[in-house]
């Protein structure tokens, strides 16, 4: 990844320096990446019992 090019949050869009760490889907294209902020939200929403 070129240097200049700041990685941001494909869901907050948060770039690199306003997050702890940023887990970037290299495989991609074009690359998604997902911050540890949004993890956490995920991990909420997958924490949810669905109703049914
Ligand atoms: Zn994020």
């Known amino acids: 990844m070129p ?3 700041l990685a941001k949050c494909s869901f907050c869009g948060k770039d690199q320096t306003q997050i ?3 887990i970037v889907a290299t495989e991609q ?7 540890n902020e949004c993890v956490v939200i995920c991990n909420r929403i997958l924490a949810q019992k669905p109703d049914k």
């Open 3 to 5: 240097k200049k090019t």
């Open 20 to 22: 702890e760490k940023l």
């Open 29 to 35: 294209i074009p690359v998604v990446s997902i911050c």
